[in-house]
């Protein structure tokens, strides 16, 4: 049972460039949430796609942007890139109907902004 | 606004010690609460979780115990190993089915044989 993937695993980029990450949930999950985790510092929650619509949005700017496909992967977008854009990116999935909706998450992308 | 907030930033304990996490969190509307444990270059890893209308759950070598008159959460992990060296975040959410979780900033814990 394959859990949540991600990839790639390091990207650099410069700024003013954009890029796409790419996660694939854990087999069973619908719903995939994104979160960006700055060097010591926990995750902080980007946005949640469930049913291919975004359903929660976090406090970041609409640089961010997201898809969720039919077979429930997902792609986070970011636009723009500034140099505070450094960070793992993290991406969680959970299964929308259980009772607690349990997110799990996959081992990140960590993307460097020159 | 809402934040979660861990006491220590480090806590380094003898390997078979019990050790204990805390976590202090700000919204009194928070309705489950979770503890992950991120081992370097991985994804947060989760340990236990509780709701609000309980004040203790256990898990294997686990225990998290919530106050909320005080709004407070700890993890206690029981004949600690150095396998259980990792940074450990408590996390906050309104409800079970709600996907933000608010995270506080993390506790690092060294085990050392």
């Known amino acids: 049972d394959a859990g949540v993937t991600q990839s790639p695993t390091h990207l650099i980029k410069t700024r003013g460039q954009q890029v796409t990450l790419r996660c694939s949930p854990k087999s069973g999950h619908d719903t995939v949430s994104w979160y960006q985790q700055a060097l010591g510092q926990g995750p902080q929650f980007i946005f949640q796609y469930y049913e291919e619509e975004e359903r929660q949005r976090g406090n970041f700017p609409d640089r961010f942007s997201g898809h969720q496909f039919p077979n429930y992967s997902s792609e986070l977008n970011v636009n723009a890139l500034l140099l505070g854009d450094s960070a793992l990116y993290l991406c969680a999935s959970s299964l929308r109907s259980s009772s607690t909706d349990t997110q799990y998450f996959g081992p990140g992308t960590r993307l460097t902004v020159l | 606004g809402e934040s979660v907030g861990l006491h220590l930033p480090t806590l380094s304990v003898q390997e078979g010690d019990n050790s204990i996490i805390n976590c202090a969190y700000s919204?009194?509307?928070?309705?489950?609460f979770i503890w992950y444990k991120q081992e370097s270059g991985k994804g947060p890893q989760f340990i236990i979780d509780i709701r609000s209308n309980m004040d203790k759950r256990q898990g294997q070598r686990v225990t998290v115990l919530l106050n909320k008159t005080v709004k407070h959460l700890s993890l206690q992990i029981a004949a600690t190993q150095p396998g259980d060296s990792a940074v450990y975040f408590c996390?906050?959410?309104?409800?079970?089915?709600?996907?933000?979780?608010?995270f506080g900033d993390g506790t690092t814990l060294t085990v050392k044989p």
């Open positions: 996390a906050e959410r309104p409800n079970t089915n709600a996907g933000k979780s608010t």
């Open positions: 919204n009194s509307a928070s309705d489950y």
